[in-house]
């Protein structure tokens, strides 16, 4: 907040002019305005706000606007983009801006606001990754006060400094250094020193005399050491036209202050893989910190977690899929440690415990009888210590903090076990759900209360324990990143509670993309963004409001899902056959015009004789007379008991002849082929709306129409796709994003994987929301493989992620595509090794590593594949999803446990190398801090780096000196 006690001694009447200066480039059509708290600005009426004007001031497109306010005047504003009826295009990112005016200003002076575009990156700083965990020493600095009260005079401008600087070392300073006076005429001992005014701001004022106009300026740091940084970039300029008129004020606000990128390194893993010498087959939330100590000592500021919600639906393995959530709010019971339920745990149920890890030490997750240990073991130290806990202050506390979530869960789990099902369609009077019906439930009086109660005291003890995971990781200095799946299970607690946010007859999924060429459909019901928007996305408030209790950072699952979803009717299996929501559809005008008049010909399933007989050969007679009716000569339509993939697979299943006679895999993908051999879909909501097919031209429906059909189709085809939802997806994001970046101080990142409409990576830019790099996945037209060093900012960047397999497991997939990558990536025409020995592996790490990226996070087993005794696994087994497979088992545990990789001090020094010979930032260990940089152990890892570099060359070059332009030294 800027406030100005400069000016004193004089007495103030009436109005001041207070003038709004923004230099911000538009496209035609587009304005700016300023709109804010008081009713001179519209009171946040942005339809009644300050519309700038447009000039030119050398290569910049400045706006400009005045408006009369009382002196002492105080508001807050923003500034917008608008269209010629102030529709709102575009609006600023972060805070809103503050000014308050002193009392003393004089009747008719003029103060001038020189403000720059707050843009979604100049928030990072200010979300709790940075404020509270890596920046967190600058926002503990005392507010200082400005030395000394200036009188200004009619020859005078007082102008006042401000930048936000959120990295700064204990003991510096920050100056302004220019080419006035008053600024040290470029003497670093003679620049203006900055005051801290809390949160990163830097601010101090200055009385300048009209000659010194125009001021050319920097700002910089100087450091305890004695040091002194000017910012990069070129200079800033202040001009003021005093032919025009005489500012007695002008406030800066520079935004932020110009340094190299700050750019970090992390790891990631599932929690479910993580293994320690204390856990019960699974990774538990209390070996994050383990987890947290390895990536400090490996020079790494982030952790990053899959889903760590209940998603205990089926009551077996099935429920291994952490994107398919009981409850957005409710912790799974999976990654409990059941040994820190109690301090008094008796002898004989220590002994259990004991039996447990013995049991359940496998090389991988055994969800169904990991699961049933827990429970049980909690159960008996529950009906220990239930009175004693529930009546806990910090229980209630607990309890008081989270019962709008935490009793439709616990009445949920007791129903679900009660009728052995999670289908609540199948809860007779409870399938409806209303708080009456629950306060009964979860009533003190009722005969299952205890029940109640244990599904409470679960929650209790994971909340404590990833709590203190949690507060551990800061205390370190590493980021703890969540994930934010796109959708919930539709047999789920919040299906059940708000009905009305879903469209239950639908299925979310993705189009074809790298991972599936037939696309995805993950089962989950669409949202319905209409009814969130009623309360201003409540429930999605909600969810982000628990995520930040325990992280800092998180990933949103399918970001493109808000711009658009892939929905599927409730009655699919596969995600081929879907639309976009929202879209615009074909109109059945639209496509007359165009000449199409036989609509059931493009949205039936074209099935032909000829057909039937290519897929089913000699069996076809047996196919049509189960499945199919001859409608007209030799075409073929669905029967009404098989006119659906589900109907299918379930007459599939029933029919004991069919399985005897043919393979039932392969009957099924081909009675799917023909149910989906069509080029248009027929909206069911309304039969004169239509969607073309994916990939309609790869279909025998689409090869057999003639050829005005298919020169229509196809440009119909590609203006669906990929230009007229442009505007509405960009409408849509920028209506339900926001919300979830308000929602809370967390950091986000957007996985925006797969089919990118053009539209989002311009909003993500815009809102300050960091994308995703995998180099196996460019997003760049015409690129096998990502180029790293090309990545921009924004960015997070991987050779892997838990979606596809590791990078030992790809390398080894695809010969062919092995020597491209070696050859085009690497640089060399030699035949590249079979395996992904550590020197390939390091070669792939270290090109992420030294990327623009803001952050480089590496799976765990890629950062594994770095030392050969880590790598006698099959590569293979080392996948923790294949999303082709919508009945995968998420099971994979790493074959290494913390305890040993934190005493591996080779591995630790390896990667910590690859980090400090990036410019990446690290956290000090605790032995460094008092080191100085020059002493800090950079002699090793400079000669490991080159022992490891000289063996990627042997293996790249065998006879003959390494090509360095090939391959970065450290």
Known sequence: MVNLGLISGIKSKKSVKLSFRIPYYTQWGQTLLVSGSEPVLGSWNVKKGLVLSPCHEGDELVWRGNVGVPPGFGCEYSYYVVDDDRNVLRWEIGKKRKVVLPDALQNG?????????????????FRSA????IFHKTWTLDIERPLGVFQNNSDSVIVHFKICCPSIEEGSSIYVIGSSVKLGHWKV?????????????????????????????????YSKAGNFSLEIGQNRDLIVDFSASQPSCILLSDGMMREMPWRGTGVSIPMFSVRSEADLGVGEFLDLKLLVDWAVESGFHLVQLLPINDTSVHGMWWDSYPYSSLSVFALHPLYLRVQALSKSIPEEIKQEIQRAKEQLDRKDVDYEATMAAKLSIARRVFDLEKDTILNSSSFQKFFSENEDWLKPYAAFCFLRDFFETSDHSQWGRFSSFSREKLEKLVSKDSIHYEIICFHYYIQFQLHLQLAEAAEYARRKGVVLKGDLPIGVDRNSVDTWVYP?????????GAPPDYFDKNGQNWGFPTYNWEEMSKDNYAWWRARLTQMAKYFTAYRIDHILGFFRIWELPEHAMTGLVGKFRPSIPLSQEELEREGLWDFDRLSRPYIRQEFLQDKFGASWTFIASNFLNEYQNQQFEFKEDCNTEKKIATKLKSCAQMSLLLDSDMTRRNLFDLLQNVVLIRDPEDAKKFYPRFNLEDTSSFKDLDDHSKNVLKKLYYDYYFHRQESLWRQNALKTLPVLLNSSSMLACGEDLGLIPSCVHPVMQELGLIGLRIQRMPSEPGLEFGIPSQYPYMTVCAPSCHDCSTLRAWWEEDEDRRCRFFRTVVGSDSLPPSECVPEIAYFILQQHVEAQSMWTIFPLQDLLALKEEYTSRPAAEETINDPTNPKHYWRYRVHVTLESLLKDKELKTTIKGLVQGSGRSYPPLEEEIHVGIENAALDPLKQRAIIAQEKISSVIHPNEIPKRENIAVL
């Open 189 to 221: 001992q003679e620049a203006l020193k900055l005051h801290f005014a809390g949160e990163s701001i830097w601010q101090a004022d200055c009385v300048m005399q009209k000659d010194d106009f125009p001021i050319k300026y920097r700002y910089g740091k």
């Open 500 to 508: 009305n946010l879903f469209r239950m007859n639908t299925s979310t």
């Open 109 to 125: 002076e003029l103060v001038e606001l020189h403000d720059l575009w707050q843009t979604g990156s100049d928030d990072l700083p």
């Open 130 to 133: 940075f404020k509270s965990v």
